[in-house]
């Protein structure tokens, strides 16, 4: 199966950070990755599908990219709101696997 | 706006089956845009990928599951359900429900979680 290694597993920033996680696969997915935040004791959401395509009414200050296999999330400015653990996933083949997750908190 | 709800039983014995199902409103299983997904998550622990279902009755699974589940439609009555035979300790979990776009793979419609505990 392909692996999907999140990175980092956690990470504390300051209000107006850039905020990046790293998603490497350990073979070519070509874009078939999709980001997930999930807030404490509530349910994912969809944020970014197609490496880079931002879902419908996600801010934009969420945004992703993808360099052979590395994919990564980018937060231009980290909001309060945005305090979460946030997935990859990726869904070329089956099994569609989830990273191991990045917990985001605020400095 | 689409919703799912999931329902069954809180508690399930081991080496017992775990059903449980997914309730769709506002939309329709028998849509040719969307594929119907079960995902889990452990206690305190990551996002599990289980497997989807397309409206004909194709199915996909994580086969490190794939002996033990069953994940059916039922287009009739707008649901479709999940199986997962001889649980133990470890499928102890909230069960979701997610909808998942047919040209995307992006799960965009989840149900809220359906707490399942496997304990005698």
């Given at each position: 199966d392909?692996?999907?290694?999140?990175?980092?597993?956690?990470?504390?920033?300051?209000?107006?950070?850039?905020?990046?996680?790293a998603c490497r696969a350990s073979q070519g997915i070509l874009n078939y990755v999709a980001w997930y935040q999930q807030k404490p004791g509530k349910v994912p959401k969809l944020l970014i599908y197609a490496a880079s395509?931002?879902?419908?009414?996600?801010?934009s200050r969420f945004s992703g990219s993808r360099s052979g296999t590395e994919f990564t999330l980018t937060i231009s400015s980290l909001q309060p709101e945005d305090v979460a653990t946030y997935y990859c996933?990726?869904?070329?083949?089956?099994?569609?696997?989830?990273?191991?997750?990045?917990?985001?908190?605020?400095k | 706006?689409?919703?799912?709800?999931?329902?069954?039983?809180?508690?399930?014995?081991?080496?017992?089956?775990?059903?449980?199902?997914?309730?769709?409103?506002?939309?329709?299983?028998?849509?040719?845009?969307?594929?119907?997904s079960w995902i889990r998550q452990p206690p305190g622990k990551g996002l599990e990928w289980i497997g989807y279902i397309y409206y004909t009755g194709s199915t996909?699974?994580?086969?490190?599951?794939?002996?033990?589940?069953?994940?059916?439609?039922?287009?009739?009555?707008?649901?479709?359900?999940?199986?997962?035979?001889?649980?133990?300790?470890?499928?102890?979990?909230?069960?979701?429900?997610?909808?998942?776009a047919y040209q995307?793979?992006?799960?965009d419609v989840w149900g809220?979680?359906?707490?399942v505990t496997v304990s005698s």
């Open positions: 392909i692996q999907m290694t999140q990175s980092p597993s956690s990470l504390s920033a300051s209000v107006g950070d850039r905020v990046t996680i395509t931002l879902q419908s009414g996600v801010p996933q990726k869904y070329n083949t089956a099994p569609h696997t989830f990273g191991q997750g990045t917990k985001v908190e605020i | 706006q689409v919703q799912l709800q999931e329902s069954g039983p809180g508690l399930v014995k081991p080496s017992e089956t775990l059903s449980l199902t997914c309730s769709v409103s506002g939309g329709s299983v028998s849509s040719n845009a969307y594929y119907w996909n699974y994580n086969p490190s599951l794939k002996s033990r589940v069953t994940i059916s439609v039922d287009t009739s009555n707008h649901q479709f359900s999940l199986r997962l035979s001889y649980v133990t300790a470890a499928d102890t979990a909230v069960y979701y429900c997610a909808r998942m995307s793979y992006g799960m809220q979680g359906s707490t």
